[in-house]
């Protein structure tokens, strides 16, 4: 099945969804990092909601998810970036201390932070942080858009190390156009019935039609999803660029070639003596 996010509403009705899959994405991201079971759990359902916001919120630009912890995890990081030919990008990465104990969301992220960023390509940047006091990722992000979006908003998250799922369903304000007014709890008991492997191994439009064959649905095109790494030579020459000539040049003398490695994709660049040129007049 293809990673694809899934728009839908519920015509004459006040209420929204997103319905995203991955699988091949997800795969490049746990391929290049050694990660226990449970880690790979939590990245693939970060994905899977960082996919969702992108499309509920309709952001041109990067949207970053960062749960931030004291414990012994540390960081697991999520981000969407959009307008990428073939459809929006994702990348992830995760840090935790060596033989890692926790297994449930309470006890890896207690004392943390769910933070979320939305940096658009025209537009001020915007940062929002919850405290991570509930028992899911999707709990979390709940609270999240109660407190920012103000919007009632409820998210189904799957992930099991080979795929990764989720659906969000979001309701919109009251108008004269919304015919149903029991379509939003309606919508969130038949939703509630979704299983795991439903979420992760139905086609979207199977799972749609077992969920809410007797509502009438506007389904959308679906928006195809990639695993991509924003991180580049010149990216990185620029960082290099920002430490300043003469440190620059101090490692340089102290190391030669100059490596540098992204901690998303593990992509190594080199630099040396003879790259001058590429890092700019600044140097000089």
């Not at 015919?179 to 086609?203: C, H, M, N, Y």
């Amino acid at each position: 099945m293809p990673d694809q996010v899934q728009r839908f509403l519920f015509d004459q009705a006040a209420v929204r969804g997103e319905l995203v899959q991955l699988h091949a994405s997800y795969q490049e991201v746990l391929k290049r990092h050694d990660y226990p079971p449970v880690i790979e759990r939590y990245l693939g359902e970060m994905l899977a909601a960082a996919a969702l916001l992108t499309a509920t919120v309709k952001l041109e630009g990067t949207l970053t998810m960062e749960v931030r912890g004291s414990g012994e995890l540390k960081l697991l990081m999520a981000e969407c970036n959009t307008g990428a030919q073939g459809g929006d990008q994702l990348r992830a990465i995760a840090r935790f201390d060596a033989g890692l104990q926790g297994e449930t969301w309470n006890q890896l992220t207690a004392g943390g932070q769910l933070v979320i960023t939305l940096d658009p390509k025209d537009g001020q940047r915007y940062q929002g942080i919850v405290g991570l006091d509930q028992p899911s990722l999707a709990a979390s992000l709940e609270n999240y858009f109660a407190a920012s979006e103000q919007l009632p908003t409820h998210l189904w998250l799957a992930s099991n190390g080979q795929a990764a799922g989720g659906l969000l369903l979001q309701k919109l304000p009251d108008d004269a156009q919304n015919l149903d007014p029991d379509a939003w709890e309606r919508s969130i008991q038949l939703a509630s019935t979704v299983k795991e492997e439903e979420l992760l191994e139905l086609g979207q439009l199977e799972l749609l039609h077992r969920l809410y064959h007797e509502e009438q649905l506007r389904v959308f095109d679906p928006k195809p999803l990639a695993f991509g790494c924003t991180c580049s030579r010149e990216r990185l020459a620029n960082a290099l660029i920002a430490l300043g000539p003469q440190d620059l040049l101090t490692l340089l003398e102290e190391q030669s070639p100059l490596t540098t490695q992204c901690h998303f994709c593990n992509t190594e660049y080199h630099f040396t003596a003879a790259d001058w040129p590429e890092l700019g007049q600044k140097l000089h």
